[in-house]
């Protein structure tokens, strides 16, 4: 029995000893943050701040230019058409492909040939993250077709054998649809069953 006793107040011991060994050890915690940029890594005060708003963020419309641009364009569809051009370009302000779509249907929609036929390509092609839409690149190319283009004409074809192509694949994909998925959900039969705790197989 003391044996016994002996033994345990020696594991207490040792557990006792490990813990403040594993405490003293203890690394204290990092005043710095690990940074990654274009130049490279480097460890950096936790309070370091890389954002420096005079630096990074470039001026939205230095000069107030392309406001000036968009009072115009508000009123004259060639300035409108213009203005998609440069927000399409990132000319003189930032990037901004929603924007540059959307003036450029607001000068076709008021009557302005070149953006009815840019948007007839746009919607023939795609543009980015929107898909095409033959539909309505054969609504615009039908426009500028019908007002002699020759090009226009061309890739109105394109667009009406696309858009019948894509009618067709919907069509397809109507019919045969419930037919597929009725054999996922009961047509198709297992080939395995469960019984007295294990797989069985029907063959």
Not at 8 to 19: D, P, V
Not at 21 to 34: D, F, L, M, S, Y
Not at 107 to 125: C, I, P, V
Not at 135 to 151: H, M, N, P, Q, V
């Amino acid at each position: 029995m003391h044996i016994k006793v002996l033994a345990a107040n020696r594991l207490i011991i040792i557990s006792l000893l490990l813990c403040i060994t594993a405490c003293a050890h203890k690394e204290p915690p990092k005043e710095t943050i690990r940074i990654c940029d274009p130049d490279g890594c480097s460890d950096r005060p936790k309070g370091y701040s890389s954002f420096d708003p005079a630096k990074d963020t470039p001026e939205e419309d230095p000069g107030g230019k392309i406001a000036a641009l968009e009072e115009l364009a508000a009123r004259d569809p060639r300035a409108a058409y213009d203005l998609a051009l440069r927000f399409f370009r990132g000319d003189g302000i930032r990037q901004d492909s929603y924007r540059s779509i959307k003036w450029m249907r607001d000068a076709a929609e008021r009557g302005d040939f070149d953006a009815q036929k840019a948007l007839g390509r746009l919607y023939l092609t795609g543009l980015g993250e929107m898909g095409s839409d033959p539909g309505e690149a054969e609504k615009w190319l039908s426009i500028t077709a019908s007002r002699g283009d020759k090009e226009a004409s061309t890739l109105l074809s394109e667009a009406t054998a696309a858009r019948q192509s894509v009618q067709a694949e919907y069509r397809w994909y109507n019919r045969w649809r419930p037919v597929f998925y009725n054999y996922w959900y009961s047509g198709y039969r297992y080939r395995w069953y469960w019984r007295t705790g294990r797989w069985y197989s029907y063959y």
